[in-house]
């Protein structure tokens, strides 16, 4: 009987201990620009906070996944300290990925006028009042089918892809500074360009709109390898 607890309770130790190899505590890692926290147990990253350089940036888009995991938070409260997220005197425009959720209240803090765009085909209602929540009265929120509606779009242009399709979008005029999303992949075949139609016949020429009230939307060409 007891070799039988015996190996009970070695049976159980080894699971604990796997477990803990499969399942590892928080991590925290930095980029340039960002602090995440990587909750490897629940299967999602939070973006804690600016690094210095992050701080000191205009414009910064934020990635949609760190070490695999999604980025599904803005913001973290830590036990007897105040809030962190967000934080810049210079950060006039950010982007935020689509695999973002939910933000702390008050965990955007932006000067006046700045710029949050949202890369949700369909953003939730509930993430777009944490956005208002998290952001200062005077940072416009814009989003696909906000009353701050996006104008430029840019399409994957095939079937099943991430985001309902849209892999960037944005609100572009001559007095709102912008970023280029980065060249898209996609398995198995060649990316040959941005253009103004479905099929790729009409190049796009590199024209941006300069005002609200003008819209472009670009489609990816792909070619078999």
């Not at 201990?17 to 399942?23: D, N, T």
């Not at 398995?187 to 009409?202: A, P, R, S």
């Amino acid at each position: 009987m007891k070799k039988v607890f015996l190996i009970i309770g070695l049976i159980l130790l080894c699971f604990s201990l796997v477990g803990c190899s499969l399942f590892p505590r928080n991590e925290i890692v930095t980029d340039d620009y960002f602090e995440f926290e990587l909750r490897h147990r629940d299967g999602y990253a939070i973006l804690r906070q600016l690094t210095e350089l992050g701080e000191e940036q205009s414009i910064l888009s934020i990635p949609a996944y760190v070490k695999g995991l999604p980025v599904q938070q803005i913001g973290v409260q830590i036990r007897l300290h105040p809030l962190i997220g967000i934080r810049s005197v210079n950060l006039m425009k950010v982007y935020i990925p689509y695999t973002v959720t939910t933000s702390m209240n008050s965990a955007i803090s932006t000067p006046e006028g700045s710029v949050v765009v949202l890369q949700h085909y369909s953003p939730s209602e509930e993430l777009i009042n944490s956005m208002f929540w998290a952001t200062n009265s005077s940072t416009n929120v814009f989003y696909m089918g906000g009353e701050n509606n996006i104008n430029v779009q840019f399409l994957y242009n095939y079937s099943d892809s991430a985001n309902g399709g849209f892999m960037w979008l944005d609100i572009i005029t001559n007095d709102i500074e912008f970023l280029l999303p980065s060249q898209p992949t996609r398995e198995g075949y060649i990316f040959k360009g941005w253009f103004l139609d479905e099929i790729g016949n009409e190049t796009w020429s590199g024209t941006m709109p300069n005002s609200a009230d003008e819209t472009l939307r670009l489609y990816a060409k792909w070619s078999t390898k």
